[in-house]
Every structure is written in structure tokens, then in C-alpha cells.
């Protein structure tokens, strides 16, 4: 029996306290702590022999180098952070085009059935899912019925034709249907539409079928 995923034909006040701030790390010296040695080295340096003014220079020069390098580190961490974002919202742009899982296997129990969603890119007139071994041979069909373009949900029983239940294993599905002009249209399992787009806790997550799945599970979109 097939079930439209969208909805469509059915064929079958208070502030969360926060952690206090975590003590500086006094083992590391910066800009300012330089900066403090320096003047305080000046400040005590024997007035019969001062420091060298060459000494100074180099000094000062590495605590321009310092605060370059520490101003360097900050703009790319902020930099890494405004990307990590664009990337993030750009997935938007892939509504509405399909998105590849990448395989078109489900796992079967023995002696249980095994619910699955197949894309029809257009009109359904007459068509036959077919579940195969890894040999390619067929295992068991069922029947798409008469239904405009969308996501399907099918279940498939797991026995064959003769009735006998099939073993559990790894089961390509695939279809073939008849579109409204009389021909012939292929798809599988694995390629779905995207419909949104969710973000939740730093990651990106897009609704395929009636699932939502890591964008990092996409192989591809087109």
C-alpha cells in the first residue's frame, strides 16, 4: 500500500544562568605583559649602562610582531566563524532540487515487513516496484497504482510471489512507470526532493521524504 509523504493521494521568563568565566591562563605572556617587562626593565636598567638602543628596538619590534600575529589569529577565527555560517544558510538555495542519498538498498528482517519512500519526478499512471537481491534478481514487486508526481511511502511484506518469506539482507528497489504520455520512466530509493532546510545545534539538516537527514549524508544535488 502506498501512503503520500506530503499529504497528497493515499494508495495503500527567567534567565539560564551561566558559568563563570574561566580563569586567565597566567602561564602564557601577551602583548601587555611584554610591554610591562620592557618598561619595567627600563625603568631599573643601571643608569651607568643604560640599554642598548639596538636592544630596545629589537624588543619593541617583537612586540609589534606579537600583536600583529595575535590580531591575525582573532580576523581569521572570526573569518572561519562567518563562513562556517554562510555555508550553512547557502544550503537554502537547494530547495527544491533533488538530493542523491547515494544508495537505493534497505535492510530486511526475516519475517517482518520493511517500510520505504520512492520520488516519482512525474505523473503516475501505471508502474511496478521491483526489490532485488544483490544478484539482481527480484524478489518481490509491488504495485505503484495511479498518482501524481510526488514522494511514496510503500511496505513491502517481505515474502516473493510465491509467497515464501525472503532472508534477511541488504534489497535494491527501484521502479519503473508509465508517465501521462505512455512513457516510460525509471527511479529509486535514495533520491528525494529537498522540501527545507533545518539548522539545530550547529548542524545542517535537510528534510528528504518525510525524514530529515545530515547534510553531510548527501552525495549529491541536482
Request: aromatic share 8%; net charge negative.
Amino acid at each position: 500500500m502506498a501512503i503520500n509523504a506530503y499529504g497528497r493521494n493515499i494508495a495503500t521568563n527567567g534567565t539560564i544562568p551561566t558559568a563563570s568565566t574561566a580563569a586567565k591562563d597566567k602561564t602564557a605572556l601577551g602583548k601587555d605583559d611584554f610591554m610591562k617587562l620592557l618598561l619595567v626593565q627600563l625603568q631599573y636598567q643601571d643608569p651607568t649602562s643604560p640599554m642598548d638602543a639596538e636592544k630596545i628596538l629589537t624588543q619593541t619590534s617583537q612586540l609589534a610582531s606579537l600583536e600583529s600575529s595575535n590580531n591575525t589569529k582573532d580576523a581569521l577565527t572570526k573569518l572561519t566563524d562567518a563562513m562556517g555560517s554562510t555555508n550553512q544558510f547557502s544550503t537554502i538555495a537547494a530547495i527544491g532540487k533533488t538530493a542523491d542519498l547515494g544508495s537505493d538498498a534497505i535492510t530486511h528482517e526475516k519475517g517482518s515487513s520493511s517500510t520505504f519512500e520512492v520520488y516519482f519526478p512525474k505523473d503516475v499512471e501505471q508502474g511496478t516496484i521491483s526489490i532485488k537481491d544483490k544478484s539482481g534478481a527480484t524478489v518481490g514487486t509491488l504495485d505503484v497504482g495511479t498518482n501524481p508526481s510526488g514522494v511514496y511511502q510503500f511496505t513491502w511484506d517481505g515474502l516473493n510471489a510465491s509467497g515464501t518469506e525472503i532472508d534477511s539482507g541488504i534489497y535494491s528497489v527501484t521502479a519503473s512507470y508509465k508517465d501521462k504520455n505512455a512513457e516510460t520512466q525509471e527511479t529509486r530509493l535514495g533520491a528525494y526532493p529537498i522540501e527545507s532546510v533545518r539548522f539545530d545545534q550547529g548542524k545542517t539538516l535537510v528534510k528528504v521524504g518525510s525524514s530529515y537527514v545530515p547534510l553531510e549524508n548527501i552525495k549529491e544535488v541536482y
